[in-house]
C-alpha cells in the first residue's frame, strides 16, 4: 500500500544548502527534504578547510571584496560578490546559533589565512568544517 504524505515544501538535496532552507522553513511550512542517497554522501559532509568570512575587526568588507575579484581573475559578478561577502558573518552568526563547533582559542573563534586571502577569515572546525557544519544541522531537523 502506497502511504500518502502531506507537505507544503519540498526541498530537493540534503547539503548545506538544502538543510539551511529547510530548517529555516520549518517554523512556517511543513517541509520535506529528498536526499539522493544518505544524508552524508553529499559533497558538504567532504568538505575540509573552512568558511571565509569578515569576522575579525582588523578586516573589511572591502578588502575581502577586492580579493574575491582577484582571485576570480575579475570574471565573477561584483554584486555577487558583494551580496555574498556583506551577508557572510550573519551566516557563519546563524551557523554558530545553530551549534557548529567551529575551533576557538584564547582570543574566540580561530580564523586562518589561505591562499588569495589578505587577512584571515577562514573559520574552520578543525580541519572537517563541511562535516562539523553538515552533522550539526542534520541533527537540528526534526
Known amino acids: 500500500m502506497t502511504e500518502a504524505n502531506d507537505f507544503d515544501v519540498l526541498v530537493i538535496g ?15 511550512l511543513r517541509v520535506a527534504l529528498l536526499s539522493k542517497s544518505t544524508l552524508q554522501a553529499g559533497s558538504t559532509w567532504l568538505a575540509q578547510g ?16 577586492q580579493d574575491t575579484w582577484i582571485a576570480g581573475a575579475k570574471l565573477s559578478r561584483p554584486k555577487a560578490i558583494e551580496h555574498t561577502i556583506t551577508n557572510g558573518p550573519d551566516a557563519i552568526r546563524w551557523l554558530i546559533d ?17 591562499g588569495g586571502h589578505s587577512h584571515r577569515r577562514i573559520i574552520h572546525a578543525a580541519d572537517a568544517t563541511g562535516r562539523a557544519v553538515h552533522e550539526t544541522l542534520i541533527k537540528k531537523c526534526p
Request: aromatic content about 6%.
Open 14 to 28: 540534503s547539503g548545506a544548502a538544502g538543510l539551511t532552507l529547510a530548517l529555516q522553513l520549518a517554523d512556517h
Open 50 to 65: 573552512g568558511i571565509a568570512a569578515v569576522l575579525d575587526p582588523q578586516d573589511h568588507f572591502e578588502n575581502h571584496v
Open 98 to 114: 545553530q551549534g557548529v563547533p567551529f575551533t576557538q582559542d584564547q582570543q574566540g573563534y580561530h580564523l586562518t589565512r589561505e
